[in-house]
């Protein structure tokens, strides 16, 4: 059985790996490219990263399940905005790109756990910011129809 890291841990893991990287040696060239190659190896297909899976005997809840789909798809914002720079030069990247982008163009909103718990902020405001930039990207001139009801 395989398990994955839950899709804030993932975006924390990569981020203090290139720290450790850096700290270890390697260049900041160098922690950038271990982190965007993570971000693709680490893609789910559906364009997500990560999973509320965990080998821990128990899961936190955070309120509801609608906080781990809110921070699964901030987090799946966060990872399609940070390779936007990188697919200009990174086919690999330019793919998983797509699909990030794909997702936030098809997940159902993220709702609120409780009226005192709201996660879905972070999501609306993570793809608010990655579909913006995504949208001026001319590459992407032909997507942005569907981007901009978003």
Known sequence: MTHRLNPLAAVVLATLVCALLTACGTTPEQAHTHGVDWLIENQNPDGSWGSVDSSRPYQV?????????????????????ALQ????????????????????????PVGRATGSVFYDTWAHTYMVQALAVLYQDDRLADRREEIAPV
């Open 85 to 108: 720079e990188p697919s200009r030069t990174n086919p690999d990247a330019y793919d998983a790109m797509l699909r990030g982008l794909d997702l936030l163009l098809t997940a159902e």
């Open 61 to 81: 809840m955070l309120g509801s399940q609608a906080s781990h789909d809110g921070f699964a798809l901030a987090c799946a914002a966060l990872g399609t905005l």
